[in-house]
């Protein structure tokens, strides 16, 4: 409730926004040709790499350090979205 800077659009601010909004646009239309026509399993593994993805996008583009935990942490989710693509094969 506190009195806020005003925003300031400027063309590096907007070229992120764009960026951004396409990212997304283009995400949400990989994921349906991705259940329409792909590999359902594999989707959902790959699904569980979205977080890992969307933080270091995030840290990059707000030049924030990651630290060693959120590396952990995204080893774990990686090994463990691999670990259930394997166990969810056919042999």
Request: proline share 0%; glycine share 4%; charged share 0%.
């Given at each position: 409730m506190s009195e806020q800077p005003p925003m300031i659009f400027s063309w590096p601010v907007v070229i992120k926004l764009v960026t951004c909004a396409l990212a997304l646009g283009f995400a949400?239309?990989?994921?349906?040709?991705?259940?329409l026509h792909g590999n359902?399993?594999?989707?959902?593994?790959?699904?569980y790499f979205t977080p890992v993805?969307?933080?270091?996008?995030?840290?990059?583009?707000?030049s924030?350090?990651?630290s060693w935990s959120f590396w952990q942490g995204?080893?774990?989710v990686c090994g463990g979205s691999l670990l259930c693509w394997y166990a969810t094969r056919r042999p």
């Open positions: 949400y239309a990989a994921w349906n040709v991705g259940i359902v399993s594999l989707l959902a593994a790959a699904s993805l969307s933080s270091a996008l995030a840290a990059f583009l707000l924030a350090a990651l995204a080893a774990m």
